[in-house]
């Protein structure tokens, strides 16, 4: 690594958790790297709040689903996991549908995804060394 | 400069892999380094030796296994392969098998990744 300097990798998701592999695969690769010496986010956003969706049921499609499996990004300790606003409003979602992730260690208290702007996605990503798209 | 290259798309089908390869090629001729190339999700499907296009047309597997010969670490990820029935045996010379941490320390140890595909 450069320097020693921890590297900066957001990942984000932008398509709809359903009708391809793009996210179910792209959440393989943040539980894969959230084992290294790496600051991780994610950012969920266009289709991709789709994944956020609470209640999600894949069993008509005949898929296997993977809403759960998102919990995972949180005992992994991946904690920088955003969302995008605008596209949740687009796409008639609001926070309080989507999913806990996780439950605070100390209180209990849910973790759901945060809520930004763009404009705050745009300063964390001028802030990136790498960025991969989902 | 230190490049990495995330190919998402099969051969054929869609740009991306003719794309990520011209990229490949420019960088390198400009005299920057790959640091490696990982193929995901239908990206898999680039390096099979079973592939076998038409004379007149470009042949994708040929194309990675020559810039393998050059040095160049091309690592197809196992997940996505075993998936899709892609296993050692119909790899090109000078591509491997393995799995998401190669791409993590591509990520991490290059400059910069570039990802092609949707």
């Not at chain 1, 992730?101 to 790498?130: L, Y």
């Not at chain 2, 190919?7 to 960088?27: K, L, R, V």
């Not at chain 2, 091309?74 to 997940?79: D, G, L, M, N, R």
Request: charged share 25%; glycine share 8%.
């Amino acid at each position: 690594m450069s320097g020693g300097e921890v590297k900066k990798i957001m990942f984000t998701v932008r398509k709809a958790p359903h009708g391809s592999i793009y996210v179910y695969e792209g959440l393989e690769v943040k539980l894969i790297m959230a084992a290294y010496d790496a600051d991780i986010s994610v950012v969920f956003m266009d289709d991709g709040v789709f994944a956020l969706k609470e209640g999600q049921n894949t069993k008509e499609l005949g898929i296997k689903g993977f809403a759960a499996t998102y919990g995972a990004m949180v005992d992994y300790e991946i904690s920088k996991i955003y969302v995008d606003r605008q596209s949740m409003e687009e796409r008639g979602m609001s926070e309080d549908d989507l999913l806990v992730i996780g439950e605070d260690e100390d209180t209990e208290e849910p973790i759901k995804p945060q809520v930004v702007d763009a404009a705050e996605i745009a300063a964390m990503m001028a802030e990136q060394h790498n960025i991969l798209v989902f | 400069m230190k490049l990495a290259v995330l190919i998402y798309e099969g051969p054929y089908n869609h740009e991306a892999s003719d794309s990520a390869y011209n990229f490949i090629q420019a960088a390198l001729a400009r005299g920057h380094e790959i640091r490696g190339i990982f193929f995901y999700h239908d990206g898999v499907y680039n390096v099979t030796k079973l592939m076998e296009p038409p004379q007149d047309d470009r042949h994708i597997a040929k194309r990675w296994s020559e810039l393998g010969a050059k040095g160049i670490d091309i690592v197809v990820c196992i997940a996505a392969a075993k998936r899709r029935g892609i296993v050692d045996d119909v790899l090109v010379p000078n591509v491997r098998i393995s799995g998401l941490g190669q791409l993590t320390m591509m990520a991490i140890e290059a400059d910069r990744l570039v990802a092609f595909g949707d």
